[in-house]
Structure formats: structure tokens, C-alpha cells
């Protein structure tokens, strides 16, 4: 019986994931801000695809690309921070209520090295670049594509729902 409220609950919080995509340049980092109420699961869901110059067009996913995920509480404080891949789910627990900004970077390289060591490589990229297009970040741009998930798990405002109605 609990476990089918919690289900039912779970279910009716999840309806409410505000979905978004943005586009970015290779190692932007792109922030959203969220308002969480205090000891809140956030789950996010987020896909990554790159943006294709050749063929024009967004590719299913973004193969070897890693993303720094960081979260940071309305104190300033680093709640998370870690590397996942293009595609992947990161959780949160809030512990104070208010604006989280979670922001999102890659940790492509790919035209960080082209500054140095990696010249001969890049006059022979360059050429064929040329060829399709003169785009700044050719083949650097990618897709992403963030759901979230809020008040999930509203530990302190279920529990003394529970205790109101005697369930426990
Ligand atoms: C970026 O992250 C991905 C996934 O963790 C990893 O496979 C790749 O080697 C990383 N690339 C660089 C340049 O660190």
C-alpha cells in the first residue's frame, strides 16, 4: 500500500519534468537554473549530439564526447561535479531550497589541441573543411538535450505526509 502511494506519487512529480535543448560550442558551458525546494532528488536526463558538418545535419550521438556536469547550491557551495558521458542521467540531492545552476561543458579537445603539437593535422583538416564549409566550429557544435526531473523524492514533506495520515 505504501509503496503504491510512493509509486503514485513518483509517477504524478515526474509528469512535471520541464524538458529543453540548447545548442553549444565545443567546451561552452552552458548553465540552466533550477529552483529546488530543500532535500529534493533532482534527476537529469541529457542526450548529446553532434552537429555534423559534412553531412548537414545532427548525428544520433556524440561518440567519445565526455560532459562535466556541475551543480552549485544557491550558497555557492559545488553540490556535484563529475565527468559522464553523451548520454547519461546525474542525480542531486538539495539540502537548501533555492536556485541550483547546473551547468554543462565538454571535455572535447579537439580544437584546444589544434594550438599546438597537432599542426600538421590541422592544415590537413583545414583543407578539407575548406572544401565543405567555413563554418567557425565546424563539426564542434553539439546538441543537448536536458530533462529533469523535480521533487522526485520530497523526503521531509512525505514523511510528515505519512505521519499525518497514520500511515506509519
Ligand atoms: C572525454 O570523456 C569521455 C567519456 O568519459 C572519454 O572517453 C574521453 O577520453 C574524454 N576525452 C578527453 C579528451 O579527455
Same mark, same amino acid.
Given at each position: 500500500?505504501?509503496?503504491?502511494?510512493?509509486?503514485?506519487?513518483?509517477?504524478?512529480?515526474?509528469?512535471?519534468?520541464?524538458?529543453?535543448?540548447?545548442?553549444?560550442?565545443?567546451?561552452?558551458?552552458?548553465? %540552466?537554473?533550477? @529552483?529546488?525546494?530543500? @532535500?529534493? #532528488?533532482?534527476?537529469?536526463?541529457?542526450?548529446?549530439? &553532434?552537429? @555534423?558538418?559534412?553531412? &548537414?545535419?545532427?548525428?544520433?550521438?556524440?561518440?567519445?564526447?565526455?560532459?562535466?556536469?556541475?551543480?552549485?547550491?544557491?550558497?555557492?557551495?559545488?553540490?556535484?561535479?563529475?565527468?559522464?558521458?553523451?548520454?547519461?542521467?546525474?542525480?542531486?540531492?538539495?539540502?537548501?531550497?533555492?536556485?541550483?545552476? %547546473?551547468?554543462? &561543458?565538454?571535455?572535447?579537445?579537439?580544437?584546444? *589541441?589544434?594550438?599546438?603539437?597537432?599542426?600538421?593535422?590541422?592544415?590537413?583538416?583545414?583543407?578539407?573543411?575548406?572544401?565543405?564549409?567555413?563554418?567557425?566550429?565546424?563539426? *564542434? $557544435?553539439?546538441?543537448?538535450? $536536458?530533462?529533469?526531473?523535480?521533487? #522526485?523524492? &520530497?523526503? !521531509?514533506?512525505? !514523511? @510528515?505526509?505519512? %505521519? *499525518?495520515?497514520?500511515?506509519?
Amino acid at each position: 500500500m505504501k509503496s503504491q502511494l510512493i509509486g503514485f506519487l513518483m509517477n504524478f512529480w515526474i509528469s512535471f519534468s520541464p524538458a529543453l535543448y540548447f545548442h553549444s560550442g565545443e567546451r561552452e558551458e552552458k548553465c %540552466i537554473i533550477e @529552483d529546488v525546494p530543500s @532535500d529534493t #532528488l533532482v534527476i537529469g536526463n541529457y542526450r548529446v549530439q &553532434q552537429w @555534423d558538418i559534412r553531412e &548537414q545535419n545532427f548525428l544520433e550521438s556524440a561518440p567519445g564526447l565526455g560532459m562535466f556536469v556541475t551543480v552549485t547550491t544557491p550558497s555557492a557551495e559545488v553540490l556535484l561535479r563529475k565527468l559522464y558521458g553523451p548520454q547519461a542521467t546525474f542525480s542531486f540531492t538539495s539540502y537548501i531550497s533555492g536556485e541550483h545552476v %547546473i551547468c554543462l &561543458q565538454s571535455n572535447s579537445t579537439r580544437l584546444v *589541441a589544434f594550438g599546438g603539437s597537432k599542426l600538421e593535422r590541422e592544415e590537413s583538416f583545414r583543407k578539407t573543411s575548406e572544401q565543405t564549409n567555413s563554418n567557425i566550429l565546424w563539426w *564542434a $557544435i553539439v546538441q543537448t538535450l $536536458i530533462l529533469i526531473s523535480i521533487g #522526485l523524492w &520530497q523526503i !521531509k514533506s512525505l !514523511k @510528515d505526509f505519512f %505521519i *499525518a495520515k497514520k500511515l506509519v
